[in-house]
């Protein structure tokens, strides 16, 4: 038996089955490969074994390496499971259910045959990691399906669905989903006694189209530059696939595993693993209950069905829970349900979803006119204007007719959910679901905790997001929140940087250079100018010292207010949203510094990145110490996945930790000098570079809300 009997071995009807039961998912840790050696030599040994299967225990084959070994010295096996199971004198065959994933696809490609059922998906997705397969994938997978299909399979790292394997060859057959143990014997007793044994590693044949394609690596690369900029994975896959058409094997694979080794420890490689794991903390509520079961949410109801309500309700019909929604007038209703179809017919036209899907989908989203029809929902999410007094308005209403125990949930950006709270008998049952536009592609859903909201509540609202496939991360209620509240000091600065002499054009050139897919400026076109023109007045209107934002106020007032108007930060041409510099913005800019006397200068591109990153960093700091955050790396979980921070930078908080907590304040004292207080120094960024500590692991030390 292997160690702690993660492998076993038993025969049945002439045929060795090697069964991997490491739960949840049979991760190669410690024990799986060495079982897998101990029993396949054991099949080759025993008389009564004529052929063998390899199978997953549970709900998978095998998912994957444990990803908590990458970066971590590991011991060296004298021999690795996959050659062990290449070189076999009897047949294996892979039968695969769950997922085949990484080192567990790996492993299949080593077996002669692969079965799996329809369910089954197979797929390499080191490079989402900073890796690439390192155990023989990158040389197997071009061997047996050429070298095209492989490498985007390889550089995309996407899960490929059993059927589409098999038209690649990489499954053999498709077997009964209900009994793949029974129907892999079978195989492999039609199979126990062919010669020779098809080994993926002799295979030649498919290699052949690289030859008569050279230029297919170029043509690669070039199509990845943008999405793959700053990185060296996706480009080293690609190595290593070239390299499985110009080496022999052997060779290869000591390309995969020398190219692998300098992957490993990179930059992109620590930052990637971060933000999977930080993905996973993010889950975890602090305080609540080991047994608590959040309800699940079966109906929901949306108010307002502008932008956000439009796209919100998408998500729930997208995810088969039926969803109501209530507009204050028919003609409101009818033009949000005219761009939800739209929304859906596009999708269908650029073959994200099919007719039927879209089918489906849209009779989900049912358009009501009174309050009393939602009554009966599990859950409402408020999207309508954010106005304080509309809002107000809508949760007394709400109050009213919802039955007990219903989830009252606002899509506000920025208004602390007490406001909302306080005008119901149920304060209990109101918290904050923020979306992030476009409400149905952004993945990140902002579960926001006011002063009274129950644990209950959060943890249903969090159970909301994992069931329309998003990631909660759960922020205390403040004005902006934690998400918003984080990222306004960036825009912020973006702005007065402008007074002082930079272009919008320079700023978004540095950030899309940092790796973001658009820069602010670009970012406030798409969403429009005049949605934080409205904050901003608002929070003036609350706070004398509120710093006015002379630019953007002007660009509004001239009804430059972003892509919808044709104009905002850049001009743009009819049906086209690709951004222009604009002469007018340049004159305006010039304009707001001549009369507020401020000397125009020049920038580099580190004191712009730096300007916007540091400040959101500093405010960071302050989030966590009032606990409106449990932790950092929540944070950072919220840039990327609301703001599309660049995933292979960890997060704000982990790239501030490759700047260095010393540095970062020295540099926010002397903007505090500088620039006044707006860059005041929070506390925990002192404590953090007085103690040496880190940004990545703070924690806030009370409860949000
Ligand atoms: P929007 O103006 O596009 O839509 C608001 C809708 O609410 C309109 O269709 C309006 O008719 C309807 N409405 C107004 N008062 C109503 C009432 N009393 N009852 C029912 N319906 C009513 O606005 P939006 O961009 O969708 O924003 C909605 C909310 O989402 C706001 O609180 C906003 O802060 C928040 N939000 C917006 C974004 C964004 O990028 N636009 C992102 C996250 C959150």
Redesign the pocket.
């Known amino acids: 038996m292997s160690e702690g009997n993660v492998v076993r071995f038993d025969i049945e009807d002439g045929v060795g089955v090697i069964t991997i039961d490491n739960p949840p998912v049979n991760a190669l840790g410690p024990g799986v490969r060495e079982g897998i050696i101990e029993f396949v030599e054991k099949g080759n040994a025993d008389p009564n074994v004529n052929a063998m299967v390899l199978i997953g225990a549970g709900r998978s084959f095998i998912a994957g390496a444990d990803i908590r070994q990458f970066g971590k010295p590991r011991p060296q096996p004298p021999r690795r499971s996959t050659d062990v199971l290449e070189d076999s004198a009897k047949p294996v065959v892979a039968a695969i259910h769950g997922y085949a994933l990484g080192g567990g696809l790996e492993h299949a490609l080593s077996c002669n045959y692969r079965v799996a059922v329809r369910s089954a998906k197979v797929g390499l997705p080191e490079v989402l990691i900073g890796v690439l397969p390192g155990g023989g994938g990158t040389q197997r997978l071009p061997r047996l399906i050429g070298p095209k299909a492989a490498m985007e399979m390889i550089v995309s790292g996407r899960h490929v669905p059993a059927e589409e394997a098999k038209k690649l060859g990489i499954i053999d057959e498709i077997v009964d989903e209900k009994d793949l143990r029974g129907a892999a014997i079978r195989f492999a007793k039609s199979v126990a006694s062919k010669r020779p044994l098809p080994r993926v590693r002799e295979k030649t044949d498919r290699l052949a189209e690289a030859k008569s394609d050279p230029g297919m690596f170029d043509a690669m690369k070039k199509s990845i530059a943008r999405k793959a900029r700053n990185q060296k994975a996706p480009y080293h896959c690609i190595a290593c696939v070239e390299a499985a058409v110009t080496q022999p094997f052997e060779e290869g694979l000591q390309t995969e595993r020398r190219l692998f080794a300098e992957l490993e420890n990179s930059d992109e490689a620590k930052a990637l693993r971060y933000a999977f794991f930080a993905e996973r903390e993010v889950a975890k509520i602090p305080g609540a209950p080991k047994d608590l079961k959040p309800p699940r949410v079966k109906t929901a109801a949306v ?8 796209g919100i309700a998408m998500c729930f019909a997208d995810f088969g829970i039926p969803v109501k929604v ?4 028919r003609d ?1 209703l009818e ?2 349900m005219q761009r939800v179809r739209e929304n859906y017919a596009v999708s269908v036209k650029r073959g994200s979803i099919t007719q039927t899907q879209m089918d489906e989908r849209l009779p989900r989203i049912r358009p009501v006119e009174r309050y009393e029809d939602i009554a009966d929902c599990d859950a409402v999410i ?5 106005r304080i007094d ?2 107000k ?2 949760f007394a209403k709400l109050d009213a007719v919802m039955k007990p125990g219903a989830l009252l949930l ?6 602390d959910t007490d406001i909302m709270a306080g005008v119901t008998r149920r304060p209990q049952d109101v918290g904050g679901a ?4 476009p ?1 149905n592609v952004m993945k990140l859903l902002e579960v926001v905790r006011g002063t009274n909201t129950s644990i209950e509540t959060i943890a249903a609202t969090m159970q909301i997001g994992r069931d329309i496939g998003k990631i909660g991360a759960v922020a205390g209620t403040c004005d902006g929140f934690a998400a918003n509240r984080s990222r306004a000091p960036l825009v912020t600065e973006a702005m007065l940087m402008l007074e002082e002499g930079a272009l919008p054009e320079q700023i978004d050139k540095v950030m899309v250079d940092f790796g973001y897919p658009m820069g602010p400026f670009a970012v406030s076109d798409l ?2 100018l005049d ?1 934080s023109y409205d904050t901003r007045k608002r929070r003036a209107a609350a706070d004398p010292n509120f710093r006015k934002l002379h630019v953007p106020d002007r660009l509004v007032e001239m009804g430059r207010k972003g892509q919808k108007t044709g104009a905002g930060w850049y001009r743009y041409e009819k049906g086209d949203r690709t951004p222009h510099p604009d002469e007018v913005v340049k004159s305006v800019i010039a304009e707001v510094g001549r009369e507020l006397g401020i000397p125009q200068r020049t920038f580099t591109d580190e004191e712009i990145l730096r300007r916007l990153l540091l400040a959101s960093v500093n405010e960071a700091c302050k989030i966590l110490e009032e606990g409106k955050a449990y932790r950092a790396s929540d944070l950072d979980v919220m840039w990327l996945h609301g703001f599309g921070f660049p995933r292979y930078r960890g997060g704000l908080m982990f790239w501030a930790d490759t700047v260095g907590s010393k540095e970062i304040l020295r540099q926010v004292e002397e903007w505090h000098a500088r620039y006044g207080d707006r860059w005041r120094p929070a506390k925990l960024l002192r404590e953090i570079a007085a103690s040496g500590g880190s940004f990545r692991e703070a924690k806030s030390a009370g409860t949000t809300g």
């Open positions: 108010i307002g069905a502008g932008t956000m309500g439009g209530l507009e204050v007038s409101a033009k949000g408020e999207a309508v204007f954010e509309v809002k308005d809508v606002t899509n506000s950006s920025a208004i923020h979306f992030f536009a409400a969403s429009g949605v």
